[in-house]
């Protein structure tokens, strides 16, 4: 499953498929981007981040992407598993303070 | 490596009474944060330590917050009196410097509630 252009408040995704998740941010000079997960009842997990003059980075099973012309962030999860059912907060940072993005609750049916 | 660590967990106080809220943040990390997440809306930015000292506070709702870092170790919030708005999820986080390569660890958070 994945949700395309505008971001999308919640995500449902099969077992097994891939999920895109989208982030739309404001600030043109924000140089440092950040994908949070958090799960019920804890603060949120770092999961990957990317520099402003980076288009693309990978990690274990996630990738993020940022075009920075449409100030555009996603976060691509692979072979989405149960585990992976959290809210997703994008966050665009200048120096130490982190503003965040409306969050994406995805849920991973079986 | 312990995390950042708040407490109470939750609280729930009634209008008009003071909270206030710990937070312990990783051992060595100078930056601390406070954040909020108010009714299911995004995380927003309150204030920012440096060691005790106040680096930015532009977040601070109002007059009726305030935040210690006494010594430079674990902080304090501070709600009095607290109102029905007030309701939320606090949170804290901490990291060793800022921007890249820093990020922020964030605790599990105060869930407080005003009735």
């Known amino acids: 499953g994945e949700s395309v252009g505008l971001h999308l408040p919640t995500l449902s995704v099969q077992e097994g498929d891939n999920s895109i998740i989208n982030c739309a941010y404001s600030?043109?000079?924000?140089?440092?981007f950040i994908w949070y997960k958090q799960e019920s009842g804890k603060g949120p997990q770092f999961i990957i981040d990317?520099?402003?003059?980076?288009d693309k980075r990978q990690g274990q099973r996630v990738t993020v992407l940022l075009n920075k012309t449409v100030k555009h962030l996603s976060l691509q999860i692979a072979a989405t598993q149960p585990g992976d059912s959290a809210v997703y907060f994008c966050?665009?940072?200048?120096?130490?303070?982190?503003?965040f993005g409306a969050g994406t609750t995805v849920t991973v049916r079986a | 490596e312990a995390g950042v660590t708040q407490f109470p967990s939750h609280s729930v106080i009634e209008k008009g009474q003071t909270v206030t809220l710990r937070c312990d943040p990783i051992?060595?990390?100078?930056?601390l944060y406070w954040y909020r997440r108010v009714m299911g809306k995004e995380i927003k930015f309150l204030l920012h330590?440096?060691?005790?000292?106040?680096?930015?506070e532009s977040g601070m709702p109002n007059n009726r917050f305030l935040a210690e870092r006494t010594g430079g170790t674990y902080s304090t919030l501070k709600v009095q009196p607290a109102e029905l708005e007030d309701s939320g999820v606090y949170f804290c986080?901490?990291?060793?410097?800022?921007?890249?390569?820093?990020?922020?660890?964030f605790g599990n958070g105060t869930r407080l509630t005003v009735t």
């Open positions: 986080a901490s990291s060793q410097a800022t921007g890249y390569n820093s990020p922020l660890h």
């Open positions: 600030n043109s000079a924000s140089d440092y």
């Open positions: 990317i520099r402003s003059n980076m």
């Open positions: 966050a665009e940072s200048n120096d130490y303070k982190l503003s």
């Open positions: 051992s060595g990390h100078d930056n």
């Open positions: 330590f440096v060691k005790e000292s106040k680096q930015d």
